[in-house]
């Protein structure tokens, strides 16, 4: 009895102890929320002058902010498809094939990931510098594809290691050709792991700041755009568009992870 | 095994490996071989970099203020890392003991914050903490304090920020270790009256020491550069290596003495890497 008693304080403590890391990590987006609301202008919004819609309204007429914002759609959608179409088909290359050199392509892979990004951010922009590349969306695609790869190819081969090779085999014993067995057999296999993996490389393109910090040249991505206003304050309209993004992506969420899109086509 | 997955013939593996293999040479080797070189280039008067071998740039590293900033650094790094294994390790491990139905919620709430600019709100925490913030509001509300106290601007602000970006890195690791561990292991082990501080070391911790370990290099190793923390965090008065390569590369326009400041983090990481491999630890987690 005395036993169970203690057990249930435990687990309460236990939900104690969660909500206080869930408040840790979501506190500073509450400060943002409540201040896309909040109808002061003096930074840093210090106190709650009633609830405003015009933040919301002039983030429509802010069209810098605007355009650094589908600067950084554009680029993430860019980078996603160009690093998982290359990433993908290299996991399926160093899955299926031995060749030489194939440690050093291991152990480059590992580079992006462990080195500080400024390290990454500083190197690429000499290269650039050097070779002429203009400094623009095209570095910033360079960039971004680079630091992406590496985690689509994680995810793919998570995907590929119980991946049993034997049904490839049958279908070009039956004659399919190499190409057609890998779209038709060995890609609806992989969905799960592609998909994961563009959709990492998609979160690590929209949220990157230092890498594009040193390779953007006068293109503005939305973070490097914050950044710019940080000195001066975050405008009251950075949040009202952040606040915007956070109810999309979480939407996103609940809508996929709860299966109502499934249930929903199947209705139809 | 048949025998043709050994005899690789060049067509397929050019197609499937080559662009990779081109960016990585092109976008990673390359770039960082260049750093390399760059370090022992010298500057002429108009901050040009000349191709002409010098060793004044890592002698410049030895100077006392860049000194002072390392081991600043170094220190802003452990404690970060301390934060988030003391403060992440029970929570990676009530998470991933919950039922199967909430665990997926919970783990999602880990990693929703990150869908807000890192920017963004580590600028919140300094709305949060500034001297007429809301926590100095609230206690003095309650009379706790009589003036605001100065959160911000300090090593330990740039600590907190920190760890608070890098969190995830460490909880996801650990989740993911622990999430492994047989919960049966655990029941047997206080059934023969273990308590639970000796369950903890002698099983729970030896199982998921791999996850601590990966965790703490995904902590550690980018707490050395992440500049904008401790720029809007620590206002100049902790400043980590990143913000003196970010200077060297902006204001200041010193880029060999930045390289080279680059080829000591690169040491570092390497070597971190390096333990890291002896100690057991698996490249692959160190991933996703």
Known sequence: MRRKKSERLRRRAGAVYCGLIYAFLFLPIVVIVVNSFNATESKPYLSWKGFTFDWYGRLLQNAALLDSFRNTLLLAAVSTILSTIIGTIAAVGMFKYRF???????????????????????????????????????????????????????????????????????????????????????????????????????????????????????????????????????????????????????????????GLIRRLRRKR | MSKHKFRASTLPVLATVGPVSLWLAFFVAIPLLYVLVMSFCSIDENYNVVFQFTLANYRNLLDVNYLQI??????????????????????????????????????????????????????????????????????????????????????????LGMAYVLFPFMVLPLYTAIEKLDQSQLEVSADLGARGGATFFNVVLPQTVSGVFSGCIMVFIPSLGYFYVADILGGGNSDVIGNLIERQFQSGNNWPLGAALSIILIAVTLLLVKLYQKCGGDMQSLGV
């Open chain 1, 100 to 258: 030489r050199g194939k440690s050093v392509i291991d152990a480059l892979l590992y580079i992006p990931v462990v080195i500080p990004e400024i390290v990454l951010g500083i190197a690429l922009l000499t290269l650039f510098a050097t070779v002429n590349i203009p400094r623009g969306m095209l570095s910033l695609v360079l960039a971004h594809v680079t630091f992406c790869i590496p985690f689509v190819i994680f995810n793919v081969r998570a995907r590929l290691d119980g991946y049993d090779q034997s049904i490839e085999e049958a279908s070009m014993d039956l004659g399919v050709g190499r190409l057609k067995t890998f779209f038709h057999i060995t890609l609806p296999v992989l969905a799960p792991g592609i998909g994961g993996g563009a959709l990492l490389a998609f979160t690590l393109s929209i949220d990157d700041v230092i890498v594009s910090y040193f390779t953007n040249g006068q293109t503005k991505t939305f973070p490097l755009k914050v950044m710019e206003s940080i000195k001066s304050g975050v405008a009251p309209d950075v949040n009202a568009l952040s606040t915007l993004i956070l109810v999309f992506t979480v939407l996103l969420v609940v809508l996929t992870q709860s």
């Open chain 2, 70 to 159: 390392y081991v600043q650094s170094i220190l802003i790094a452990f404690f970060a890392t301390a934060f988030c294994l003391v403060l992440g390790y029970p929570f990676a491990f009530l998470i991933s003991r919950t039922f199967q139905s909430r665990k997926t919620i919970l783990y999602m709430m880990v990693i929703i914050p990150f869908w807000t600019n890192s920017l963004i709100r580590i600028y919140g925490w300094r709305t949060f903490l500034g001297a007429s913030g809301w926590l100095n509001r609230a206690l003095t509300a309650l009379h706790l304090i009589d003036s605001p106290v100065e959160f911000l601007f300090n090593r330990g602000a740039t600590v």
